[in-house]
């Protein structure tokens, strides 16, 4: 059985969705949230994505490569129990990415808990602008200033080895992301829907203080340009990022996390590209579920039977041949947050769905 210390996932990590409105909105999260993932779930709008480090204006998107753009009516403010997103009366700008009426628009956005704006992280040899960390949930934010030489190192604020870092060049350029089943010898690029590229020597290991930016990418250490990273340490019966492989039938693998999903992303590795395509509990509240969304696209939400799936109390299971999800002898890798832990520390067990 997996015990955890987070009986209460849901004030760490929580998914939100609403309808547009040409009015501002207060959001009550029970939290209040450090990094914000907004998808306009009708089509042809960015996933944007929002953190209290950089500031509530400042927009970076997940499906380009683009340069970090402003927008002062998405998230005005972070507050102590949510978040607020502006009014949106006129059409065409980053606004109608957080709110608008525009086509019965829809939103879905996913929440994480860091520690506020944080402070300079000193451990490394380039001092971090700030590093945020949420210790008990292993999820930091990191901002920095690229110095360009080799083997730099960062602090990530964890106390445990960060296995999975999301980096993004705040100017044009392509997002880097670590996994530590994909390897270090590999990356992933997170608005691409390639297969993983390699590169040797792309990482050294993260330690439990220290990030080591081995090969000089311009997403992740030239001189001059700024930078973000997201990083995620498991958490037992919170989150976990590991791995499975496809098996091409519409019974496909159980995989074992520990807790009930809330939310899960899932990235095809080798062979033909795939997107990166994810689920949530709240969008499909019931099993079967299939309703998918694109990490790497502007999609709209599409549902189709081709990509079921089902939330256990201990984990998740494909339920289709999906290339997707499921091909047959290819390595998927995941990112799973928690909605229930199996067991906490309160004896208490998750039900099923």
């Known amino acids: 059985m997996a015990y955890t210390t987070i009986n209460k996932p849901n004030l760490h990590f929580k998914t939100n969705t609403y309808a547009g409105t040409s009015g501002s909105i207060n959001f009550n999260l029970g939290f209040r949230?450090?990094?914000?993932?907004?998808?306009?779930?009708?089509?042809?709008?960015n996933n944007v994505l929002v953190d209290s480090l950089r500031g509530n204006t400042?927009?970076?998107?997940s499906n380009a490569n683009n340069a970090e753009g402003t927008c002062t009516e998405g998230v005005t403010s972070f507050n102590s129990d949510g978040y607020t997103v502006g009014a949106n009366t006129a059409s065409g700008g980053?606004?109608?990415?957080?709110?608008?009426?525009y086509n019965s628009s829809n939103y879905v956005s996913w929440n994480w808990k860091a520690n506020g704006q944080g402070s300079s992280n000193t451990q490394g040899t380039i001092n971090t602008t700030y590093t945020s960390a949420n210790t008990a949930a292993g999820f930091s934010i990191i901002t920095y200033t690229g110095n360009g030489s080799?083997?730099?190192t960062i602090g990530h604020g964890l106390g445990v080895e960060p296995e999975t870092i999301?980096?993004?060049?705040?100017?044009?350029?392509n997002w880097i992301v670590y996994h530590k089943e994909v390897g270090t010898g590999y990356y992933l690029t997170l608005n691409s829907n390639s297969s993983k590229d390699s590169a040797s020597g792309a990482w050294c290991t993260p330690s439990s203080t220290l990030i080591t930016l081995n090969q000089v990418f311009g997403a992740t250490n030239t001189n001059g340009a700024n930078y973000v990273a997201y990083c995620?340490?498991?958490?037992?019966?919170?989150?976990?990022?590991?791995y499975y492989t496809g098996q091409e039938n519409a019974d496909g693998p159980f995989i074992y996390t520990g807790f009930k999903p809330a939310f899960v992303v899932f990235k095809?590795?080798?062979g033909s590209t795939q997107h990166w395509v994810n689920n949530d509990s709240v969008r499909s509240p019931f099993n079967i579920m299939d309703d998918r969304q694109y990490w790497s696209q502007?999609?709209?939400?599409?549902?189709?039977?081709?990509?079921?799936?089902d939330y256990y109390s201990n984990g998740f299971k494909v339920r289709s041949n999906s290339i997707s999800w499921n091909a047959d002898g290819v390595e998927y890798v995941y990112w799973a947050w928690a909605e229930n832990p199996l067991v906490g520390s309160n004896n208490v067990p998750a039900t099923a769905r």
């Open 58 to 61: 400042k927009v970076i998107i």
């Open 150 to 152: 080799a083997n730099a």
């Open 33 to 45: 949230p450090d990094f914000i993932w907004t998808k306009n779930r009708i089509g042809g709008y």
């Open 298 to 309: 502007a999609t709209a939400d599409a549902t189709n039977s081709a990509y079921n799936m």
């Open 166 to 173: 999301f980096f993004k060049n705040l100017a044009s350029n």
């Open 94 to 101: 980053f606004e109608d990415d957080f709110n608008g009426t």
């Open 232 to 242: 995620w340490a498991s958490k037992t019966g919170f989150s976990k990022f590991g």
């Open 268 to 270: 095809k590795t080798s």
